[in-house]
């Protein structure tokens, strides 16, 4: 591969009036060294989507530009969180870069694994994952909740690499492939996985947010996964079934149980008919929205209109 390609940084802002320069400070460095050891091409940028913030992010944005073109901003409309101003970045600079890594504004991540990534990137990796080696600076709070995030991701069959959020290189082609699936919630930790082609991990120390604070509270982080959970599993509904099923195994466990103990006449007149058909119309309700719910969960999926498969290469002459 000729040396030489155009990176974009991809970094969502939603109000880091506070980070934001000195961000902008550190990436431009990072980027300068990456030019002077020739490993990227001129035209590469530093990419921030103002997530319609509230202070003066977008002013900063402006400003940083009006300095240095290698700063170019995006502007939503309104604040529509993380995934879809990460994904509004991605797919501007598709067209115009041949990789992408996007990060936090809030240099959480290392940006010295930028050089790493990028070499993945020249040795044929489609997909480079930045993967934290150690939570340290994470409350325990932060830690305990993470952890039981992917155990639970995990649990309902959802693939994601573990420890990785959304630090991560994307090539053209991978870009390509994601701009493919078009469902509304998105939770691109699952999605990069499903478009295959080669990738890589690369692991690096998480930092403490330096300045502002985490724009993700508890309440976010649990509808985070909620999002992740149900649009990627119908798992829950399975669930439904499994429980309809074995109430109703229950049922003639007690149907059995309640004869016994009717034929050795020790029940109330009504008790054995009674305690019987409450467990067997249970678990037989239960087993049947389990069934539709399995219909539903179809329809769920196909509505997705997800690409059935994503051509890597064809032979030709
Ligand atoms: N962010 C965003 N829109 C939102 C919330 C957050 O674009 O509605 C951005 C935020 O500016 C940051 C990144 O998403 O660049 C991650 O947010 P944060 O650092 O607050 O999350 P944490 O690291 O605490 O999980
Ligand atoms: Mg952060």
Request: charge should be positive.
């Given at each position: 591969m000729d040396k030489k390609q155009i990176l974009y940084l991809v970094i969502p802002c939603y109000n880091e009036e506070e980070v934001l320069p000195e961000t902008a400070r550190q990436l431009l460095l990072k980027m300068n060294s990456m030019f002077e050891r020739e490993m990227i091409a001129g035209e590469s940028k530093i990419m921030f989507v103002n997530d319609g913030s509230r202070d003066r992010t977008w002013e900063i944005i402006e400003e940083l530009h009006r300095q240095n073109p290698i700063y170019t901003g995006v502007k939503l409309s309104r604040n529509k969180g993380h995934q879809n101003a990460l994904l509004a970045g991605l797919m501007t600079a598709k067209g115009r870069a041949d990789m992408v890594i996007s990060l936090d504004a809030d240099l959480q991540d290392d940006v010295n694994v930028i050089d790493r990534m990028v070499e993945c990137y020249y040795q044929g990796y489609d997909v480079v994952?930045?993967?934290?080696?150690?939570?340290?600076?994470?409350?325990?709070f932060k830690k305990f909740t993470a952890q039981s995030f992917y155990k639970l991701m995990k649990a309902m069959g959802v693939d994601i690499v573990y420890n990785h959020a959304d630090y991560r290189l994307m090539s053209r082609r991978a870009l390509e492939g994601l701009s493919k699936f078009r469902e509304v919630n998105l939770f691109l930790r699952g999605i990069v996985p499903l478009i295959g082609?080669?990738?890589?991990e690369v692991a690096y120390e998480r930092h403490e947010r330096f300045a502002g604070e985490?724009?993700?509270?508890?309440?976010?982080?649990?509808?985070?996964?909620?999002?992740?959970?149900?649009?990627f599993s119908i798992k829950p509904i399975r669930m439904i079934t499994v429980a309809g099923f074995l109430i109703f195994v229950m049922s003639l466990a007690i149907l059995i149980y309640s004869l016994v103990v009717h034929s050795m006449g020790r029940t109330v007149w009504g008790w054995t008919s009674t305690i019987v058909s409450i467990w067997a119309i249970g678990g037989l309700q239960l087993l049947a929205i389990g069934v539709v719910g399995e219909y539903i969960g179809k329809i769920y999926m196909e509505t997705k209109d997800r690409p059935k498969y994503i051509i890597e290469k064809i032979l030709e002459e």
């Open positions: 994952y930045g993967v934290r080696s150690a939570r340290k600076t994470d409350t325990f082609y080669r990738s890589t985490s724009k993700y509270p508890l309440k976010k982080m649990l509808s985070f996964a909620t999002d992740g959970i149900t649009s």
